[in-house]
């Protein structure tokens, strides 16, 4: 580490606060795209930490960092999650290879001290300027867009400072900028606390499966339990706060082993094995700041919010389009003067021009292959990622910086934009309108069509309308049980691809492609 004097005044274009995943990363993205990158770490590598368990989705990031043979050099293969309840004797397993996205089939489970040392050790490599035992005590921000004055402290008592044009906050928990603009907020309805410590001699599960991280529920809350290469294993207590109340005064080790016990399947688990660290501690862990950035600013990671990543807002939506389609039809029906009410509207037929059947055919034809391709399109343009953003975590895509409510309306728009152009046609080939095609079932239909194809394809909605289409004519011409028929058709379908028809073909392709590498 370069010696500087006292108060003396360095320059750089971004400063980076933090060197653990979140600064580690941000940094050599950013010194590879030749900006001037200083990072602070108020630490020294290599050091304990939590957090040991990585998911797929980190793998592309880590190949685009250059330290994916690092990783897997100190991982230990993870191809999926274990749950076990305390009211059965069995676990639940849930295998990444039968997620949607079958393209990243496996993670790592890494000692975070071995990990953290890759990432910083990565970035400077990459040119970032890293300064570990450096403490940032204050950030002073320029008017006129001028950037920030950093002030910070070396372990032997040294001050330093530089002049940034910008500041990006990844101090994880000390959330550095949130504190010192007070906009840091604990969540209430989430208010737990943590204990936690390595074991060696736990007993694993064995084959492919040794790797995994377990999930044990016991009735004050959960435990993880994370294989690690080096033969320890993390294992922590998530506990509500009222439990923590009731160590009186027992040594925190003791309290930990006591709360073990009080569940029987951990607990057989790590009956040979012993604790190699001290355990620890950390309450109410859950908050969220009420801003990510502002003017030469940006708050990264858990210096923004720790959010829990599981969300259902997809099944939310749906109902409510449910619920929207069925007031939609009902107002349709009794509005007799400006929709027909039961009768509909007739006598809607196209120009001369198109009333010959194969001009109408082509017509519709070319202008479903323009709606398909525009809405490639957008799937692929920055709108499109952004969508994908807020549909996997809302809130993770609220925190870099995505307007998730601008991103839903603009999404329902587009959607009703093309939903518009195809009604508009199946009115004009048929020269009326009915309020039945308005109809719940109508709507469920559009979910079986989608379902029978995949999720998340452009591809998949195309696939499952063809088919149920086609399964709709041809077992309504060859029983009066057509209904029950088509039913039990769609049911095996679903069973027999559960990844959706265009899902299962785009899988094949994958596996025969890896077989032929």
């Known amino acids: 580490m370069t010696g500087f004097a006292p108060q003396e005044m360095n320059e750089c274009d971004v400063l980076v606060i933090g060197g653990g995943p979140a600064g580690s990363t941000v940094a050599p993205m950013l010194a590879r795209k030749g900006y001037r990158v200083v990072l602070l770490e108020k630490a ?6 939590i957090g040991e368990s990585l998911l797929p989705a980190n793998m592309p990031l880590l190949e685009k960092l250059g330290v994916a043979d690092e990783v897997r050099a100190i991982g230990m293969e993870k191809w999926g999650a274990e749950f076990v309840s305390p009211w059965h004797g069995h676990g639940q397993e849930f295998r990444f290879s039968e997620a949607w996205d079958k393209s990243m089939p496996y993670a790592y489970q890494v000692k975070r001290a071995d990990f953290d040392l890759i990432l910083i050790r990565n970035a400077a490599r990459e040119g970032a300027e890293v300064i570990e035992g450096c403490k940032v005590g204050g950030v002073d921000f320029l008017p006129d867009d001028q950037g920030a004055i950093v002030s910070a402290t070396h372990d032997d008592g040294r001050e330093q400072r530089w002049k940034t044009r910008f500041v990006v906050d990844a101090s994880g928990r000390d959330t550095f900028l949130a504190n010192r603009f007070r906009i840091k907020h604990r969540n209430p309805r989430h208010n737990s606390s943590a204990m936690y410590a390595h074991f060696v001699g736990a007993r694993r599960n064995e084959g492919q499966a040794e790797g995994n991280i377990t999930i044990f529920w016991f009735d004050h809350g959960w435990f993880w339990f994370i294989p690690l290469s080096d033969g320890a294993t993390s294992v922590g207590a998530t506990v509500w706060p009222y439990y923590m109340k009731t160590k009186g005064s027992r040594p925190l080790d003791q309290f930990f082993l006591d709360t073990i016990a009080m569940c029987p399947p951990l ?5 040979d094995a012993q604790a190699v660290t001290a355990a620890e501690a950390t309450g109410n862990f859950s908050y969220v700041s009420e801003r990510n950035h502002g003017a030469n600013y940006l708050l990264l990671g858990d ?5 829990d990543p599981v969300f259902s807002s997809g099944v939310y939506l749906a109902m409510l389009t449910l619920a929207f389609a069925q007031i939609v039809w009902s107002i349709t029906f009794q509005w007799d003067d400006f929709t027909g009410g039961s009768n509909g509207i007739t006598g809607v037929w196209p120009a001369e021009w198109l009333s010959d059947k194969t001009h109408y055919y082509w017509l519709t034809l070319a202008l479903v292959a323009l709606a398909v391709l525009a809405l490639r399109r957008i799937l692929f343009s920055p709108f499109g990622y952004a969508m994908r953003a807020g549909r996997d975590s809302l809130l993770r895509a ?42 719940v079932g109508r709507s469920v239909d559009g979910l079986v069509m989608v379902l029978l194809g995949g999720l998340q394809t452009l591809s998949g909605p195309l696939v499952g309308a063809v088919t149920f289409t086609w399964l709709q ?26 990844q959706g028809i265009a899902g299962f073909v785009r899988q094949l392709f994958a596996q025969r492609k890896e077989a032929v590498q």
Request: glycine share 10%.
């Open 267 to 271: 607990a057989e688990r790590l009956k």
């Open 44 to 49: 020294h590598h290599p050091r304990f930490h």
């Open 473 to 498: 004519d041809t077992v309504a011409r060859s029983t009066d049980y057509w209904r029950a028929l088509l039913g039990g058709i769609i049911l095996l379908l679903v069973l027999a691809f559960p």
């Open 303 to 307: 210096a923004f919010a720790f959010i």
């Open 398 to 439: 609220d925190a870099i910086g995505i307007d998730v409510k601008r991103m839903q309306w603009v999404a329902f728009v587009v959607a009703g934009l093309f939903a518009g152009l195809a009604g508009a046609l199946y009115a004009f080939s048929k020269g009326s309108i009915s309020p039945d095609v308005l109809g």
